[in-house]
């Protein structure tokens, strides 16, 4: 069974070990089918904002699951939501690659 879009951020604002941000959602292409990426924006204590860049996609029976998160103002950053994005695709490639260059389970 998929899951929307919609249903994966009631998803994840129902649960109570989750932030109750809301994701903004988008397609990935290049990464097989049904990947995705979201983008949640966490306003801190103190007045920093910090990006989480999340990217999912399955290889057969794999679930590959990479985030990276950085301030967007602020203390370290800033650190641009397009650099999260581009840096969580780039690791997801390189574990997509390695599953496929690994032989299938007897």
Partial sequence: ETLSGEELIRAVT??????T???QISPVSGLGTGAISA???FHVSGGAVTDRVTILA?????IIDVYLQGQA????GPVSASSLQAGALAVARVVLADLK??????
Avoid: C, H, M, S
Wanted: hydrophobic share 45%; charged share 15%.
């Fill in 39 to 41: 983008l949640q924006v």
């Fill in 73 to 76: 103002n602020g203390g370290f």
């Fill in 21 to 23: 941000v809301t994701a």
């Fill in 58 to 62: 399955r290889y057969r029976n794999v």
């Fill in 101 to 106: 260059a690994e032989p299938p389970a007897a």
């Fill in 14 to 19: 129902d649960t109570a070990l989750v932030p």
